[in-house]
């Protein structure tokens, strides 16, 4: 009994053990985007109990609740922990979302963007292996603000266009009209402005799935596009939409670029002039390049060399601060880890591709010499039958002429001797000669539909011994094929017969012809 109370008692704490995930961790994931009621339910989890496993998930979802809250971080130290045995014990659900909001919480909590970055190109491999659309959705937005941070339009407008179609899978409409935005924005500052024209046109067209902010940014720059195409009259419009929707930013600077590109497609340069200088004062870089840039041709226009020149060398000042050293390097790295993983992958799957290749071989060098084993063993069994039988046939003549000589009188063993001996020449005659006359009447194009199913047999088991190689390839090439079908074979292969010559061999069509060979197609190996 004692022994008995102490298994139970290890079996008991092994299971209490084996509890990884207390269920208080489902309801809190459900309540991720009620922060405040996740971080209650979170509260009353005890600690003390959780296993290794328990605890990581415990560390990633405080994180998250904590960020969530707005509540103070002292370090990144709890969400590394889970990231630590997320490596170590897979689950890339859990583990992309750990790298995914240890980015988010070095990049808004301690401004630390480099390693931020890391982290999410780590939760977007993730996310793209899984295919996990929720968690790309993310990816993608943060990478698009972190590569606007460094100014590197291209991988803006890569992730801009990544995000698009990921809110086309999630036929998310609200997703769909920020992604738009921000891949027109992005062409828009690479001077692609028919791309940025076409990408905004389609988010004015689902207009009514933004909210007041992106709305706003939509009617901005619609209208500093048509403003850069001096159509003055569009912009206008689109212009006081905007003002309209955001009237709390009367003095807001960017207002001072688009109505100076309305003045300088109406022929007023110098108020167009004077309305860049104001736009000079905006706080967004891309705005104050772009009135830099508009200043010099203004100046030009004016015949003001001098000022058309500084102005050009302003923006060249720009251009080279625009990248910081730590930003090139980011940029970089971004591309480098890109590189890595796509070797990796592509490895991953030559490494599998050469397993599977040599998985093949060997099965199709099994199959072949067990094809090649069954066919001698047929061989040998029907050659040893005829030997037997020529063995038997010359042994029974030799009794046959003694019991002659002898003149005994025995007309029943005679009998059964010469019956055998019949039966005998018989074989050897519905083996080799009728599968010898059968060859040659094809041979000759006549038609072998009267043929018995005895005699197509004699006609194979002939030819498997007039040509042994041939007979040997057709074995490793199909499987399962009928008498008609080899006999069909003996006709295309070795006699070269064409679909008429097979189809009056056989008194069928020839569209008979042509489903038979489609049918032995289907049989190959």
């Avoid at 390049?289 to 102005?311: D, F, P």
């Avoid at 190689?469 to 057709?474: F, P, T, V, Y």
């Amino acid at each position: 009994m004692k022994k008995l109370f102490i298994i139970l008692a290890v079996m008991a704490i092994i299971i209490g053990c084996a509890e990884q995930h207390p269920p208080q961790f489902g309801q809190v994931w459900k309540k991720i985007n009620k922060p405040e009621e996740a971080r209650v339910i979170l509260a009353k989890v005890n600690t003390h109990y959780l296993t290794e496993s328990g605890k990581a998930e415990y560390g990633l979802l405080k994180t998250i609740v904590a960020y969530k809250t707005h509540r103070k971080l002292e370090n990144d130290s709890l969400i590394s922990a889970s990231i630590d045995y997320y490596n170590r014990y897979g689950d890339d659900w859990l583990r992309s979302r750990a790298y995914l909001y240890r980015g988010i919480v070095r990049m808004y909590r301690f401004g630390n963007i480099i390693d931020a970055v890391k982290d999410f190109k780590v939760a977007e491999y993730i996310s793209e292996k899984n295919d996990d659309e929720e968690l790309k959705s993310q990816v993608y937005q943060l990478l698009a603000h972190v590569n606007y941070y460094f100014r590197n339009q291209p991988s803006i407008l890569k992730y801009s266009h990544k995000l698009l179609d990921s809110s086309i899978e999630l036929n998310d409409s609200t997703m769909m009209v920020k992604s738009l935005l921000m891949c027109a924005t992005a062409h828009a500052d690479m001077d692609q402005l028919d791309s940025a024209f076409t990408y905004i046109m389609k988010g004015v067209e689902m207009e009514k799935h933004a909210n007041m902010s992106m709305l706003s940014d939509i009617y901005s720059l619609v209208s500093e596009l048509y403003a850069e195409k001096g159509e003055a009259i569009k912009a206008e419009e689109y212009l006081q939409e905007w003002k309209q929707l955001d009237g709390t930013h009367a003095t807001h600077t960017t207002w001072y670029l688009i109505p100076a590109y309305i003045r300088k497609a109406q022929g007023e340069y110098e108020k167009a002039i004077q309305l860049a200088k104001m736009g000079l004062e905006d706080s967004d870089q891309r705005t104050r390049r772009k009135c830099l840039v508009l200043l010099s041709e203004l100046y030009e226009l004016t015949g003001n060399q001098e000022q058309a020149s500084e102005t050009r060398m302003m923006i060249g000042e720009y251009d080279d601060m625009k990248y910081t050293i730590q930003a090139m390097q980011m940029v970089d790295w971004q591309q480098k880890f890109d590189e890595i993983q796509h070797s990796k992958d592509f490895y991953g799957r030559m490494t599998w591709m050469q397993r599977l290749i040599i998985a093949l071989i060997v099965v199709t060098v099994l199959a072949i010499g067990i094809g090649l084993l069954l066919h001698r063993r047929k061989v040998r069994r029907l050659s040893f039958r005829l030997d037997e039988d020529a063995r038997r046939i010359n042994e029974l003549r030799t009794n046959i002429e003694q019991l002659e000589k002898s003149g005994t009188e025995n007309g029943q063993e005679m009998a059964r001797l010469k019956e055998e001996l019949e039966n005998r020449m018989e074989r050897i005659s519905g083996t080799l000669l009728i599968g010898t006359q059968m060859f040659s009447q094809l041979q000759q194009r006549q038609c072998i539909a009267e043929a018995t199913a005895k005699e197509q047999q004699c006609l194979v088991d002939y030819f498997a011994q007039l040509r042994p190689k041939r007979w040997q390839e057709w074995e490793r090439k199909y499987s399962g094929l009928s008498t008609a079908q080899y006999i069909f074979l003996i006709m295309q292969d070795d006699l070269h017969f064409d679909d008429e010559a097979i189809a009056t061999a056989l008194n069928v069509k020839r569209v008979s012809v042509r489903s038979m060979r489609a049918r032995i197609k289907k049989s190959e190996r």
